[in-house]
C-alpha cells in the first residue's frame, strides 16, 4: 500500500493517522498478512452518533475504489469525547459610572474588547479576563468585567450556545410544543367526552412528559427539578394555547390542518439543515441547487404558461396565440408547474436525514441513482399533471359550450357570448361561414383578429376586429339580428 498516498487522501477528508499498532495489538487479527501495516485512524462524521461505526468502516472501504488503497477495515469503534459545557463569558471595559448609560453600552456590547472566555462560574471568568495572556506575558487588565450574552449573572442551563447537546434538543422540543398544541386544537373540535378527546388528552400527557424530560437532561444536576417544572408548564401552556385557537377558529376541525402542516415545515427544515451541516462541496449543488434553481426559473417562464393555454384551447381549435392572453395570467398559468418545487425540497429534506444517520455512503452508485430517478419521476409527474388538468378543463368548457351554457373564466381566458354586425360587405373570415343572425362565442383578440367560436357548428372562426362590431350578448341568446338588435330565447 503506498503510505503516501494513503495519509493524503486522508489529510483531504479530515482524518488523522493516530498511531501504527505494535506487534501485540496486531496479534487479535489473526488474518492480517505479515507484511500488512495496522493503522488506528481517526475517521470523522458529521451527524448523529447511531450507526457511526459502521459507516466509518464503509467510507474507508469506498476507499478502495476511488483511490485504489488496498484497505480493510479490521475493527471501528466510536471514540467517547467530553462535551464542554462551559458558558462564554464576554470580557468587556468596565464603565466609570454605573448608572443607565453605562449598563446600556455593556449590555449592547459596544464596550467589548473582543475577548472571549469559557469558565464554569462568573469568579473564573473574571480571574482569566484579569490575567489575559498577550504576546508578551501575563498583562494586568483589572479594569475589565465579564457578562454573558444577556448581561445575566449566571446563564440559564450553564450551556454553550453552540454546544451540541444544545442544538440536538432544539428539533424534539418544537415538534413537542406542535403535538401539544394539535391535541389542545383537537380537544376544542371533538370534547374532552369523545374518544378522540381521550386520545388527545393522553398525547397531551405525553407531551408534557417530554417536555419535562428534555428539559430536565438539558439542565445542570442542581436545577433540573426548576428544568422539568418549565417543560411542563411549557407544554401545559401549549395545550392550552392550542385549545383557545380551536375555540376562536371559525371551523375549530378545519384548523387542525395547520398543525400537520407546521410539523411538515419542520421535518424538512431539519432535513435540509442536515444537509447543509455535511456540506462536502459542488456534488450538492449539481443534485439540489441546480434543480431548485432550474424549476423557479421555468415556473417564471411565460412561454411554459402557454402549454397550460394550449391544453385548455384545444377543444375549440385554438392556440394561445390567437385569444392574446395577457402576459401575468401566462405567468400564473406557468406558476401551475411549481409544485416540482417542494417534491424536490422534500427529497432533499429525507437525503438529509439520511445522509445524517449514515444511510448514505458517498462513492456508492445506488443512492445518486435513487435520487437521479426520484427527481426525474417528480418533475414528469409535475410536467403532466398541470397540462392534463388544462385539458380536462378545456373539456368541461367544451361541453357548456355546446349546451349553450358560458364557461368560466380559466388563466386570463374569458368566454363570452356575443353578436356581430358586419362593418363591410365583405369580410374576411378564417373558418366556417360567419352568419351574423346568430351569436359566437368570443374566446379572445389577438393581433387585430377576434377569435371565435360557433357553437351550432363546433369549428373556430376568427374575423378582423376592423370588419365587425362586436356586442356582449346575455346568457341563453340562441339569436342575433341582423340589424344589431338582439333576439333573447327566439323572440
Known amino acids: 500500500m503506498d503510505r503516501e498516498l494513503l495519509e493524503r487522501t486522508l489529510q483531504e477528508r479530515d482524518w488523522v493517522i493516530v498511531?501504527?499498532?505494535?506487534?501485540?495489538?496486531?496479534?487479535?487479527?489473526?488474518?492480517?498478512?505479515?507484511?500488512?501495516?495496522?493503522?488506528?485512524?481517526?475517521?470523522?462524521?458529521?451527524?448523529?452518533?447511531?450507526?457511526?461505526?459502521?459507516?466509518?468502516?464503509?467510507?474507508?472501504?469506498?476507499?478502495?475504489?476511488?483511490?485504489?488503497?488496498?484497505?480493510?477495515?479490521?475493527?471501528?469503534?466510536?471514540?467517547?469525547?467530553?462535551?464542554?459545557?462551559?458558558?462564554?463569558?464576554?470580557?468587556?471595559?468596565?464603565?466609570?459610572?454605573?448608572?443607565?448609560?453605562?449598563?446600556?453600552?455593556?449590555?449592547?456590547?459596544?464596550?467589548?474588547?473582543?475577548?472571549?472566555?469559557?469558565?464554569?462560574?462568573?469568579?473564573?471568568?473574571?480571574?482569566?479576563?484579569?490575567?489575559?495572556?498577550?504576546?508578551?506575558?501575563?498583562?494586568?487588565?483589572?479594569?475589565?468585567?465579564?457578562?454573558?450574552?444577556?448581561?445575566?449573572?449566571?446563564?440559564?442551563?450553564?450551556?454553550?450556545?453552540?454546544?451540541?447537546?444544545?442544538?440536538?434538543?432544539?428539533?424534539?422540543?418544537?415538534?413537542?410544543?406542535?403535538?401539544?398544541?394539535?391535541?389542545?386544537?383537537?380537544?376544542?373540535?371533538?370534547?374532552?367526552?369523545?374518544?378522540?378527546?381521550?386520545?388527545?388528552?393522553?398525547?397531551?400527557?405525553?407531551?408534557?412528559?417530554?417536555?419535562?424530560?428534555?428539559?430536565?437532561?438539558?439542565?445542570?444536576?442542581?436545577?433540573?427539578?426548576?428544568?422539568?417544572?418549565?417543560?411542563?408548564?411549557?407544554?401545559?401552556?401549549?395545550?392550552?394555547?392550542?385549545?383557545?385557537?380551536?375555540?376562536?377558529?371559525?371551523?375549530?376541525?378545519?384548523?387542525?390542518?395547520?398543525?400537520?402542516?407546521?410539523?411538515?415545515?419542520?421535518?424538512?427544515?431539519?432535513?435540509?439543515?442536515?444537509?447543509?451541516?455535511?456540506?462536502s462541496g459542488p456534488r450538492e449543488v449539481v443534485q439540489w441547487v441546480l434543480p431548485l434553481l432550474i424549476s423557479v426559473a421555468l415556473t417564471l417562464t411565460s412561454g411554459l404558461g402557454d402549454v397550460v393555454h394550449w391544453f385548455y384551447l384545444d377543444a375549440f381549435g385554438l392556440a394561445p396565440d390567437d385569444v392574446g392572453v395577457p402576459t401575468l395570467w401566462r405567468v400564473a398559468a406557468a406558476l401551475t408547474f411549481l409544485p416540482v418545487v417542494p417534491v424536490w425540497i422534500l427529497t432533499a429534506a429525507v437525503w438529509g436525514y439520511a445522509k445524517h444517520f449514515h444511510q448514505v455512503v458517498v462513492a456508492r452508485w445506488i443512492p445518486v441513482t435513487a435520487l437521479a430517478v426520484t427527481g426525474v419521476l417528480c418533475t414528469v409527474v409535475s410536467l403532466l399533471m398541470a397540462p392534463l388538468s388544462a385539458a380536462q378543463a378545456g373539456e368541461r368548457a367544451w361541453q357548456q359550450a355546446v349546451k349553450g351554457e358560458t364557461p368560466k373564466a380559466f388563466r386570463g381566458i374569458t368566454p363570452e357570448p356575443v353578436c356581430l354586425r358586419p362593418l363591410k360587405k365583405s369580410v374576411a373570415v378564417d373558418g366556417a361561414d360567419l352568419d351574423a343572425g346568430r351569436p359566437y362565442l368570443r374566446m379572445g383578440t389577438a393581433h387585430g383578429v377576434v377569435a371565435?367560436?360557433?357553437?351550432?357548428?363546433?369549428?373556430?372562426?376568427?374575423?378582423?376586429?376592423?370588419?365587425?362590431?362586436?356586442?356582449?350578448?346575455?346568457?341563453?341568446?340562441?339569436?342575433c339580428s341582423r340589424s344589431g338588435r338582439n333576439v333573447q330565447n327566439g323572440r
Open 19 to 279: 498511531r501504527e499498532l505494535s506487534e501485540e495489538e496486531r496479534r487479535p487479527f489473526g488474518d492480517a498478512a505479515p507484511s500488512a501495516v495496522m493503522l488506528c485512524v481517526e475517521v470523522r462524521l458529521q451527524g448523529a452518533r447511531r450507526g457511526a461505526e459502521k459507516a466509518a468502516g464503509l467510507y474507508l472501504t469506498a476507499l478502495r475504489a476511488s483511490s485504489a488503497l488496498d484497505i480493510r477495515v479490521h475493527l471501528t469503534q466510536a471514540l467517547r469525547v467530553t462535551e464542554d459545557r462551559r458558558p462564554f463569558w464576554s470580557v468587556y471595559r468596565a464603565p466609570a459610572s454605573p448608572g443607565g448609560l453605562g449598563r446600556l453600552q455593556v449590555l449592547s456590547g459596544a464596550r467589548d474588547t473582543g475577548r472571549v472566555v469559557g469558565a464554569a462560574n462568573r469568579e473564573r471568568a473574571r480571574a482569566v479576563a484579569w490575567a489575559q495572556v498577550g504576546p508578551v506575558g501575563i498583562t494586568d487588565a483589572s479594569g475589565t468585567d465579564v457578562r454573558t450574552e444577556w448581561g445575566v449573572s449566571e446563564p440559564v442551563g450553564n450551556i454553550r450556545p453552540d454546544a451540541d447537546g444544545s442544538r440536538q434538543r432544539v428539533l424534539p422540543l418544537i415538534v413537542t410544543v406542535v403535538v401539544a398544541m394539535f391535541a389542545g386544537a383537537v380537544l376544542s373540535a371533538t370534547g374532552v367526552g369523545s374518544p378522540s378527546g381521550l386520545t388527545a388528552l393522553a398525547v397531551a400527557s405525553g407531551t408534557a412528559a417530554m417536555a419535562c424530560w428534555l428539559l430536565a437532561r438539558g439542565a445542570r444536576a442542581g436545577r433540573r427539578r426548576s428544568g422539568a417544572a418549565t417543560g411542563g408548564a411549557l407544554a401545559l401552556v401549549s395545550t392550552a394555547a392550542g385549545w383557545g385557537i380551536g375555540l376562536g377558529s371559525p371551523d375549530a376541525v378545519v384548523a387542525l390542518w395547520a398543525y400537520p402542516l407546521i410539523l411538515t415545515v419542520a421535518f424538512v427544515t431539519g432535513g435540509l439543515w442536515a444537509l447543509m451541516r455535511q456540506w
Open 452 to 479: 371565435l367560436w360557433d357553437t351550432r357548428s363546433g369549428h373556430p372562426v376568427k374575423v378582423p376586429a376592423g370588419d365587425v362590431a362586436v356586442t356582449r350578448a346575455g346568457n341563453g341568446l340562441v339569436s
